[in-house]
């Protein structure tokens, strides 16, 4: 199993403005993540204690790492906040086991802020 | 144009002389299902697959209801309008204003400050005399929504808030009829039809069961505060009107939702849906059970009890007012204020905390840009020996700023008074207090203001109603946006 993954991470409606303006982020993921989601970069998985990184670590990654913002404006009780919409390779999360969905090499997950203007 | 003149317009419109064409029409009906004329002047949208003789009857005996006569409901209705649907209900609250014609392309100069609904059904009658038409200018809210849509085959939600989109998606469901939904903001636009028939008694999600809880309204912009460019609001419109023809015609009928952005690559996304919650208070089970109950005991089916706005986090705040909203005394400048001291030759720091593209629309000639974000990461930069005056467009961000390097200036103080060191700038002002810290060193010129110390560090205060009350109130040539 290769150490880490890659995949691909896009914002859209507004949500790119917290992560630098950026809409498009490749990221390196450790393959295996604690259970707990602690993002450190030094942290060691113990034997039994990791999971495959799935879109939960990727929230408290992008929270801990890309986020540039108050973290509340993307982040609520270890999920996106309300009116946050992710998809999954362009597929709702709901559909793939929302955060608990294992990230694959190449995947691509998008954070989608709901409008509202008309 | 005022709204008697629009109604003596009515009057002579083609479509009040329905009367006298009534016999032709008969005639043309006993052999052919639409009127001569249509046959014509529909003909490119009946030769498409699918659409057919059958596609048009089905339109002209359609009824669709637009709620929001905006930047979504223009393009929509025009479409709708040109394409020849039977009825189309307008409803709209709001009226005409010049910073709507960017992107709202039936209203126009003549018709600045009639209701949109009206200016709407002016503009689409003279697409199409025949059409059927109901303009409402009353809001709708969850005590009249049901009466005021129930004649409806299709709800289009073409609204600017957070409430109203929840309020539609429950009439929608309660009504049994699908919901086109389009939003739109800055460059970025969002397609969603829901509580589509999906076959026999199957029905896609409704917005409720995508977004069970509301946003938090903090994280709820506006076009007023965020922008929108106009082509964007007319993709997303244009998308809305096919869905509804889509729908009406039998063409497709799936749920789907959309997304745009006008820089993306590629610039559309479709999404894949989950389906239909079963615990959804609108649509799941314990609600279709609760309305099935109500219809076999010859009740009025109800909406589920919500109340909209405080379900959203309360109403939207007047920015403008808040603006307005006097602080506590000393913290806040007013323009006239401002000017005096300008006028009079003072040293002020202008903090103007916009975004460097609002910044760069117009500013107060002495302001420097410095974004919220920047001042907040670090006030205690932007502390200066002269009067600080924080401002933005509307006095909002301002007090935030002000409220950020007035805190900069207690701890700076606080310290220095810990530190013990012989006493630095700010513990030399009180002694000026309340009057021009002369000769105090620098080249300070104080302000007599509330009390504020005085002397290497000026005062810091906000700027009431922003640059807007700058405009109203000092220099009535100085741009609004
Ligand atoms: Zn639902």
Redesign the pocket.
Known sequence: MESTISIKVEFSGGLELLFDNKRSHELALPAVVPLNNDTKKDVVVAEGQGKPADVAYLIAYLRDHLLQERAELFEEGGTVRPGILVLVNDTDWELEGEGEYALRDGDEIVFISTLHGG | MDTESLQAHDNVHPLRQEEESKGDREKDSETYPLPLEDYKRYGRQMILDGFGLQGQVNLSHASIAVVGAGGLGCPVLQYLAAAGVGKLGIFDADTVDISNLQRQILHSEVTLGMPKALSAKEALLRINSRLNIEAVTEAITAPNALSLLRAYSLILDCTDNVPTRYLL?DVA?TLGVPLVSGAAQRLDGQLCV??MVQGEGVRG??????F?TPPNPTTVGSCEELGVLGGVTGVIGSLQAVEAVKILTGMDQRPTMTIYNALSFPPFRSIRLRP??EA?????KD?TERRARERAEGLEVTLPAVDYVQFCGGPTPDWEREGQVSGQEGERMRAGDLKQLLDNGEQVNIIDVRNPTEFSIVHLPSSRNVPLKTLLASPSSYLSAHPTVVTCRLGNDSKIGADALRKALVEERVTDGLAGEEPKAAERTLEGKGRPAEGSGADVEGIGQAGAPLGERGPVMDLVGGLRAWSFQVDSTFPQY
């Open positions: 998606s469901v829901y509580n999600p409704c917005y409720r069961c995508i069970p239909r919650r959804c208070i609108a649509c799941g609600a």
